[in-house]
């Protein structure tokens, strides 16, 4: 037997081995998945439980607020509740996550909640509000109690469960590791076995140099990966660390949340850019595609002023432990949305300002976001003892031609990774001088306003509590709210129906304002003057949906573009 043959014989054996561990691994991973997928399944209903106690305990506070008025305030509250007691109870009827004597309990609750409520309204009609709102009290406490009690035990169990699925997502990984190197082995087993049979040694010693220059090119391109993600995932975690740093100093449960917020936002800019470092991962060696998906442009709707927003929020904290003082502001009044490619246009900023906030020496760094139509702009100036020097180094690299950056890392990899991403995006990087000395650099990108669309509401109430009960749902639904009569014209118009001056009321609005939209808030005498009727009871919440309702079907409607005409007339809701 040959040397050849002997190659041949042994490279065929591997990849049969190879081959049969492949399917191996496949299989087991589909299992593995199933069971995944199953465990899953189990976890998120103690949170629904403490959803719901705790609208029972903000019902137990506004009741216990209202004095007087807490039989009416019961009765507005009472519908949202029911609904969610008895959406929860159909909900993990259908999908077993509870156990049955945990369903029985949660419709005791329910079953008491109706009853005591029947109860403590035939108190409120007769005039026995005060004596019977301590007991109403303590029986949605106790009701609380069994939710809390219910949703430690839901909780306790779905961490098992949690820890399940933690382990069996760390086995599944490996196991998906295993098969791909697997498939990797067996395609280049077989490869080299073809190329063995019908090459000869001159191709093969350079298919090997060609190799060598594909792997050398590969490692270069990971290494700038790395260095890129390195820089980007540290910036969000330093503004994670520092909002934690500052919650110790926090002197009140609210300053405590606004810093979890902004933490939350942090880490989800942090979730986002792990994404993309996926994607590119997911690229592979395919080169050519994952720089056409890194030059493609990602138009989308974003908000100007949140630019600056999460800007102060990631950057306060970090800028605060280094004794840099750090401020943004919007300029003029731009538009509430724009279209463009937001995300990469804010990350360019992240890495600005991650450059200029951690060198030394920095002082009163300031970001300016403006929009002027067609363009989005940041102006990021801050002041450095050494400005001019500061200056021409960062010239160097705004001013570079793209195919001569390669060895500009070493004087600020941040402003060299934000030119990259503005080129992308068909946008650009300036740097200059003030006549304050003060070190300005200009980020700037394509980017169209959006018309505003929404729709404006103006509520015409007798009551004031109906009034602002009004106001509360057109706000909660999303809308403008018209608060003087020098507003623009309103689509929607929420009329307190009933009484006297319930036919002048409707006339007058009609008159003024012939293409809104009429709702009564209440049971109007003459429900034919009306588009839309809201019957009690008059909860935010409901009105705030029903408005909603009124002006997608409105929109529907419409005849020309540029008209507020609508058509929804005699519709009678809840």
């Not at 050849?4 to 990849?15: M, Q």
């Not at 599944?172 to 190197?181: D, E, F, V, W, Y």
Request: hydrophobic letters at 45%.
């Amino acid at each position: 037997m040959t040397r050849t043959a002997v190659i041949r014989w042994a490279l065929g054996v591997t990849a049969l081995a190879l081959a049969a561990a492949t399917v191996f691994a496949a299989v087991d991973t589909v299992s593995r998945d199933r069971q995944l997928q199953q465990a899953a399944a189990t976890i998120g209903a103690a949170y629904e439980i403490a959803t719901v106690r705790d609208d029972v305990a903000r019902m137990i506070d506004h009741i216990g607020a209202a004095g007087p008025a807490a039989g009416e305030v019961a009765m507005a509250m009472s519908a949202s509740l029911r609904g969610a007691l008895g959406a929860l109870i159909a909900d993990e009827s259908r999908r077993g996550r509870l156990e049955p004597g945990e369903i029985e309990s949660l419709a005791r609750v329910a079953r008491g909640f109706d009853q005591r409520l029947s109860a403590f309204d035939a108190a409120a009609s007769e005039g026995r509000t005060e004596a019977e709102t301590p007991r109403f009290i303590a029986s949605l406490t106790a009701d609380a109690a069994v939710l809390s009690d219910i949703a430690a035990t839901v909780r306790m169990r779905e961490r098992a469960a949690a820890g399940a699925l933690d382990a069996g997502l760390q086995t599944a990984s490996l196991r998906t590791i295993q098969m791909a190197g697997a498939a990797v082995g067996l395609a280049a087993l077989i490869g080299l076995s073809l190329a063995i049979r019908s090459a000869p040694p001159t191709a093969i010693i350079a298919e090997n140099a060609s190799l060598n220059r594909r792997l050398a090119d590969a490692q270069l391109a990971r290494a700038r990966f790395v260095a890129m993600m390195s820089h980007e995932l540290r910036t969000p975690m330093n503004g994670v660390l520092g909002l934690l740093s500052l919650m110790k100093d926090a002197a009140s449960p609210e300053e405590i949340r606004r810093l979890i917020d902004q933490a939350e936002r942090a880490g989800r800019q942090l979730t986002a850019m792990l994404g993309d470092m996926l994607d590119a991962e997911g690229a592979g060696g395919r080169r050519e595609e994952q720089e056409a998906a890194e030059a493609a442009t990602a138009p989308s709707t974003f908000r100007v002023d949140a630019i600056a927003e999460s800007l102060d929020e990631l950057f306060g904290p970090v800028a605060k432990q280094y004794g840099v003082a750090f401020r943004t502001s919007v300029k003029g009044t731009p538009p509430t949305e724009a279209t463009g490619d937001g995300r990469r246009f804010q990350r360019a900023l992240t890495h600005l300002c991650t450059h200029v906030v951690e060198k030394a020496g920095v002082k009163d760094v300031e970001v300016e976001i403006s929009h002027d139509g067609d363009k989005l702009q940041a102006a990021l100036s801050f002041e450095h003892p050494a400005g001019a020097e500061e200056a021409k180094g960062l010239a160097e690299i705004a001013n570079a031609p793209a195919a001569e950056t390669e060895g500009l890392g070493g004087r600020g990899l941040g402003p060299l990774l934000a030119k990259g991403l503005l080129e992308k995006m068909g946008g650009r990087l300036e740097v200059s001088t003030l006549d304050s000395g003060r070190v300005l650099i200009l980020a700037s990108t394509p980017s169209q306003p959006v018309e505003d669309v929404r729709p404006r509401v103006r509520v015409i109430a007798q009551t004031r509590s109906l009034g602002a009960l009004g106001a509360a749902a057109a706000s909660a639904a999303g809308v403008d709210v018209l608060a003087t009569d020098k507003a623009p014209t309103p689509d929607v118009l929420l009329v307190e129906a009933g009484g006297v001056e319930e036919e002048r009321a409707v006339a007058e609005a009609r008159m003024q304002w012939p293409d809104a939209i009429v709702v009564a808030l209440g049971r109007p005498d003459r429900p034919e003057l009306f588009d839309v009727m809201v019957q009690p009871p008059l909860d935010p919440a409901r009105v705030a949906r029903i408005v909603a309702q009124a002006w997608a079907k409105a929109e529907q409607s419409r005849a020309l573009p540029a008209q507020r005409a609508f058509a929804i007339r005699k519709t009678s809701v809840g």
